[in-house]
Nanobody, 126 residues
């Protein structure tokens, strides 16, 4: 499974960005796809995930109300629309996927995902 993330960049606080993650390879059984981020000096944290089959979603508290995750199964692509960006959103954003289901409490746990993209940098200036 290969993941290619794109869409990062330098924006000002309050701006929007849309990240994309294209998945290729053995994608038929990918069950969950998600976005994670890692800021300098911090651990990688879950931002948002989506169930590829039923479209159900889960968000970190920091993303609720500002970020929206969607997927296009025909294109094997997941998107993260980020609005009202803040300087504290600055991080490298990674997409990830796994084939099997997860319990609700583990969905935003980066350790549960075996397949990762290369990351795309989002920088939000104040």
């Amino acid at each position: 499974v290969q993941l290619q993330a794109s869409g990062g960049g330098l924006v000002q606080a309050g701006d929007s960005l849309r990240l994309s993650c294209a998945v290729s390879g053995r994608t038929v059984f990918n069950h969950v796809m998600g976005w994670f981020r890692q800021a300098p000096g911090k651990e990688r944290e879950g931002v948002s995930v989506i169930n590829r089959r039923d479209g159900s979603t889960r968000y970190a508290d920091s993303a609720k109300g500002r970020f929206t995750i969607t997927r296009d199964n025909a294109k094997n692509t997941v998107y993260l629309q980020m609005n009202s960006l803040k300087p504290e959103d600055t991080a490298v954003y990674y997409c990830a996927t796994r084939r099997n289901r997860l319990v609700l409490s583990a969905l935003l746990d980066a350790a549960q995902y075996p397949y990762w993209g290369q990351g795309t940098l989002v920088t939000v200036s104040s």
